[in-house]
């Protein structure tokens, strides 16, 4: 039976559990830190030395931990293209933007258990050599600012952070950095950029890659919440016991955000790929199904950018089966293990974990026209394709919305998101374009009917009324 | 209104520089502090910011146009945040807004921030505001207000009123 379980959030929500350090350091709390801090030097098989940091990242890097904030990429790998050799300080910044539509599992963590991110925090920084690392937290959420700074400020009376921290020899700061209001700032180098005081303009790769030209042009690891967190686990029971958690190449635990047409919208954790996209929207531990009378239209399964699932779809993957061998199996999307893996192989991705389910009562067009404004008010306007692509694309949604729509504006919408994707700097572009041509494609006749009955007068909105003022 | 900083906040601005290698890099903290402070970025605050942390003001103005929370003049004492993005609106976010707009008078087609004439309410429609699980939520001033239904919009509306009454006794007594 699919079932929450939960690593992360195992704390949050009981009763009398509190944000404070006291109450933290009850529920075992730094001792992670301590561990790691402890980490003896080791000589591998082949003669090998690591240093105790050495060690933790190899932890991490055979744990199998990807990242949670949306691209799904290996942590430890990510920890290794980092430039050691350098000679510049390295930073690390805690990625707390949480802003793909559809996401709220970061909030749970930043406003329940501040310590547990402060703890993976300080361990990663350990294991990286880090010696000054920002948590930077969404302009929106300005109850986590307060409670984090307050979190910062216990720890450092503790002796956790600040000078020689806990008698070994190390110094480590960490500071809160409030967004404001953008999006883009979610984006690694938007979000390094806005840390320097300047718009959250991306930077281009190559050759900014954070690892290498980061913060200040210095080696700079930026991770999610989730992560930064999973990281203390990892130290706490061993990368090999972590391992077991999910499944193959997908191991851990993550926090899924669900909402939109299902009963119980929430988050709930679970081991990556042990519960298939239909048990997390109908299974009574989860969504409970939607609400009576009603079916599945479509799902977004990753946050708003990821392409749309419509129902009834049907995806081939490859298993390995009990032999060894790889097997084809076709499932439906209802049958997809929610794991990073199943998701890309059915076109689309787990992104951020967040899943929004549509019932039959929302028409594409309406649900696309919402999501299309949300890009275009988000572009940050640096590159030409994006910045006019993705307020062309709103523009033609909201005439389709408003009674003016031409049947041809489907190839329109098309046409538009497939000149911006692969022509931008960062993956905004992408983000942007995806719903757009996803949904389109997938519901084509829903867009050539809405514009036919437009251009006829007979449109929902139309019907020879005289247009929508806007 | 001359400009003029308290020492207290002139503190507060300084302490937050050192934890910056690079001054620059204060420049978003400065503007959110003295946008809680005199409620919204002047000129005279962009002017300031920018000496203090050595650049051209210019590069202070362009956060402001940029980010959406900075405003440039002041918005209502009770702020109004109705998230408008896709869960919000599947749970009827354009209903609950529309309901505050015509609670308060303002205009429920505009489709930018508004602000009652008596300069006590703004409201406006920002995008996702991370609380998709118990949609439609409103942020009011600095707290989240879930699953927002009548009785909700009500409470919303009653509270601040109550703290303009506080606010306006408050002053009087001052």
């Known amino acids: 039976m699919p079932q929450e379980y939960r690593l992360i959030l195992k704390h949050a929500d009981q009763a009398g559990y509190t944000p404070d350090m006291e109450c933290y350091l009850r529920h075992g709390g730094y001792e992670a830190l301590r561990k790691a801090l402890a980490t003896a030097p080791r000589e591998l098989p082949d003669g090998k030395k690591q240093s105790s940091q050495e060690v933790i990242r190899d932890e991490v890097l055979k744990s199998g ?29 805690c990625n707390a933007d949480e802003s793909e539509p559809g996401t709220f599992k970061d909030r749970q963590i930043l406003h329940k258990d501040p310590h547990q991110l402060i703890e993976g925090m300080i361990i990663s920084c350990w294991a990286n050599d880090v010696k000054l690392a920002y948590i930077y937290v969404r302009g929106e959420f300005p109850q986590a600012a307060r409670i984090i700074n307050q979190a910062l400020k216990e720890a450092r009376s503790k002796g956790f952070l600040g000078k020689n921290i806990l008698g070994s020899g190390v110094d480590l700061e960490i500071h809160l950095h409030r967004g404001a209001g953008a999006y883009i700032c979610g984006e690694e180098t938007g979000l390094i950029e806005s840390l320097e005081g300047k718009r959250p303009y991306p930077r281009i790769k190559p050759p900014y890659f954070p690892a290498v030209l980061g913060l200040y042009m210095c080696p700079t690891i930026v991770n999610n919440v989730e992560t930064l967190c999973a990281v203390r686990h990892i130290v706490s029971m061993g990368a090999a016991e972590y391992a077991k958690l999910g499944t193959a190449n997908n191991t851990g635990t993550r926090i899924i955000s669900l909402s939109g047409d299902v009963q119980r919208p929430g988050y709930y954790e679970v081991e990556v790929g042990k519960a298939t996209l239909g048990e997390l929207i109908h ?188 | 209104m001359s400009f003029s900083i308290p020492a207290p906040l002139e503190a ?153 009454t506080r606010a306006r006794s408050a002053g009087m007594a001052g």
Request: charged share 25%.
């Open chain 1, 65 to 93: 931990l990807r990242g949670r904030g949306g691209a799904g990429f290996s942590c430890g790998l990510k920890w290794s293209f980092v430039d050691r050799r350098s000679g510049k300080p390295i930073y690390l910044i």
């Open chain 1, 283 to 470: 299974h009574e531990n989860f969504g409970r199904g939607l609400r009576p009378g009603r079916s599945i239209r479509a799902i977004i399964p990753g946050g708003s950018s990821s392409k749309v699932l419509k129902a009834g779809e049907r995806f081939k993957l490859k298993r390995k089966g009990a032999d060894g061998q790889m097997t084809t199996v076709e499932v439906d999307l209802l049958d997809l293990p929610y794991d990073f893996d199943s998701l890309q192989a059915a076109g689309t991705m787990s992104g951020s974990g967040a899943i929004i389910v549509l019932d039959d009562t929302r028409n594409p067009v309406d649900v696309l026209a919402n999501v299309s404004e949300f890009y275009a008010h988000e572009s940050c306007g640096q590159c030409t394709p994006c910045r006019e692509g993705a307020l062309w694309m709103s523009k033609a949604l909201h005439r389709l919305t408003h009674g003016e729509g031409r049947k041809s504006d489907a190839d329109y919408l098309l046409h538009i998101a497939q000149n911006i994707q692969g022509r931008t700097i960062c993956a905004f572009g992408e983000a942007a374009a995806w719903p757009t041509l996803s949904f389109v494609k997938k519901f084509k006749a829903e867009f050539e009917a809405r514009g036919a009955a437009d251009e006829a007068g007979t449109g929902p909105t139309g019907s020879g009324k005289p247009p929508a003022s806007h």
């Open chain 2, 12 to 164: 507060e601005l300084d302490e937050l520089v050192t934890r910056y290698p690079q001054k620059r890099s204060a420049s978003l903290m400065f503007l959110h502090t003295l946008q809680e402070h005199f409620g919204y970025v002047s000129p005279e605050a962009v002017e300031w910011t920018a000496a203090k942390l050595g650049l051209a003001p210019i590069n202070v103005f362009e956060l402001v146009t940029f980010y959406p929370m900075f405003r440039q003049e002041p918005l209502g004492r009770t702020h109004i945040k109705v998230c408008r993005t896709l869960s919000c609106s599947l749970a009827g976010a354009a209903d609950l807004r529309k309901k505050f707009c015509e609670k308060l008078g303002l205009d429920p087609k505009a489709h930018v921030p508004q602000t009652t004439t008596d300069g006590n309410f703004t409201v406006e429609f920002v995008e996702c505001l991370a609380a998709c699980g118990s949609a439609p939520v409103v942020l009011v001033n600095d707290t989240l207000w879930e699953k927002v239904d009548g009785t909700g919009t009500d409470a919303i509306l009653s509270e601040g009123k109550r703290s303009e």
